[in-house]
């Protein structure tokens, strides 16, 4: 496997509900290299304790908001798992059956 990059990985969530959010981001964080630390920018208010929750679920680690992020957005902090548990392709909110 890959080593992660130096610099944190953006996505822009822009204003995608979480539902959306999360699909996206379950496939992106998917391509990534455990370690890999990534920045979301997110502008849905539910985004910080969906993406805490989502990350406690998949065993990616949530780091929390970002201050000084560079962006008049909300921008959230998490570190891709080497060993995430995968979730419902369709419900990225319930574990895999």
Known sequence: MSAPPAEP?????G???CVRLLLELRGRLEALPAGTLVHLIAT?????LDLAAWCHLTGHTYLG???GSGTDRPA???RVSAA???????????PRP
Do not use: C, H, N
């Open 9 to 13: 990985v953006v996505i822009d969530g």
């Open 65 to 67: 908001p970002l201050t």
């Open 44 to 48: 849905d208010p539910a985004a910080p």
């Open 84 to 94: 995430a548990r995968a979730t419902d392709p369709a419900s990225p909110w319930r």
């Open 76 to 78: 959230y902090a998490l």
């Open 15 to 17: 204003d995608r509900s």
